[in-house]
């Protein structure tokens, strides 16, 4: 079982900022955050991981909490290009990505 | 530059056919790995390779199944007999190294469609 949780679906106007959550209350001390998306009929897309800082590059911005047991992927100028199945997933060694079934973003024209 | 590709990109069989799908990774990636994803699904991890060694199979559905990267390269995705439950899409994901942090990157994947 994927070891986080998300809201099955989200909606987010263009252009604004959309924030997508995700609990992971039983992260050990040494797994990493990763975020992928899969955009319809692709494969999925590595967006951005951290460990404990937050983290920020050309796609997205990743909000690690203090204690780790969430974070929040924030793409900064939703476009419709980014509507897509958004995947949290922790591991260490992540030679076995356990998907779960994601978070669905809307993006409303 | 070149991500991973896979062939082909569209696959019919009947049922009780074998099929191969092959896997290109990134030049120089060490690690590959197969997913298979059904309709409406989450990808599922089948089998990983370091090099032309294979780590891990232990998500393979069946002994149907069969993986294989024998000059550490290419990989190939061998299905025996097709059943109709194996219809999905076959990912494949390359890693360029093996410790920690490291993203995957995906290919466009095979559909499999088994009448």
């Known amino acids: 079982d994927a070891k986080t949780t998300q809201p099955p679906s989200m909606d987010c106007a263009e252009g604004r900022a959309a924030n997508l959550p995700c609990n992971h209350s039983?992260?050990?001390?040494?797994?990493?955050v990763y975020w992928y998306r899969q955009i319809h009929s692709q494969g999925p897309q590595y967006i951005i991981h951290?460990?404990?800082n937050n983290e920020t590059n050309e796609m997205a911005s990743l909000i690690i909490t203090e204690d780790r047991k969430s974070s929040t992927l924030i793409l900064p100028h939703a476009t419709l290009r980014d509507t897509a199945v958004y995947y949290c997933i922790v591991c260490l060694g992540c030679d076995k990505i356990i998907f779960g079934k994601g978070t669905r973003l809307h993006i409303l024209p | 530059g070149a991500g991973v590709s896979q062939s082909p990109r569209y696959k019919v069989a009947k049922r009780g056919q074998d099929v191969a799908l092959r896997c290109d990774p990134i030049s120089g990636h060490v690690s590959l790995f197969w997913y298979q994803q059904a309709l409406g699904q989450g990808p599922e991890f089948l089998t990983y390779?370091?090099?032309?060694?294979?780590?891990?199979k232990s998500g393979l559905p069946s002994d149907r199944f069969f993986a294989e990267r024998p000059e550490g390269s290419v990989s190939t995705l061998k299905i025996q007999r097709t059943q109709k439950e194996d219809s999905a899409v076959y990912l494949c994901a390359s890693s360029h190294g093996t410790f920690e942090p490291y993203e995957q990157y995906f290919g466009p994947g095979t559909r499999l469609t088994v009448t």
């Open positions: 951290g460990l404990k």
């Open positions: 039983t992260i050990s001390g040494n797994e990493y």
């Open positions: 390779f370091q090099n032309e060694a294979q780590l891990d």
